[in-house]
Nanobody, 125 residues
Framework: QAQLVESGGGLVQSGGSLRLSCAGS????????VAWFRQVPGKEREFVAA????????YYTNPVKGRFTISRDNPKNTVYLQMNSLKPEDTAVYYC??????????????????WGRGTQVTVSS
């Protein structure tokens, strides 16, 4: 059973913006770092961005640096991924994941404890 719930995906034109949300419970988010991954058919799930449990540090994969911003609202147990200047190559299913006591970034899916079911992002050219 998914512990996290993503929302905000959809169809957008190239150059447009979307904001993804990842909602969880206090149990899954308390003291947890959160990351976004994405996956296209036939390819492995890849790291996109992460934020530490304390929100003091954020990390991004190079292709999204300067375009995507990860943030969190701890009282709401929600993490966001603001995606600007979207490109067709950003098209994928986006997943959020949480890892307990994460103070440094982890880049592989197997390092995370909780997952959502994903939300589709499609960028048309």
């Amino acid at each position: 059973q998914a512990q996290l719930v993503e929302s905000g995906g959809g169809l957008v034109q190239s150059g447009g913006s979307l904001r993804l949300s990842c909602a969880g419970s206090e149990r899954t988010f308390s003291n947890s770092g959160v990351a976004w991954f994405r996956q296209v058919p036939g390819k492995e799930r890849e790291f996109v961005a992460a934020i530490t449990a304390s929100s003091t540090s954020t990390y991004y994969t190079n292709p999204v640096k300067g375009r995507f911003t990860i943030s969190r609202d701890n009282p709401k147990n929600t993490v966001y991924l603001q995606m600007n200047s979207l490109k067709p190559e950003d098209t994928a299913v986006y997943y959020c994941a949480a890892r307990r006591y994460m103070s440094i970034p982890y880049y592989f899916p197997g390092d995370y404890d909780y997952w959502g079911r994903g939300t589709q992002v499609t960028v048309s050219s």
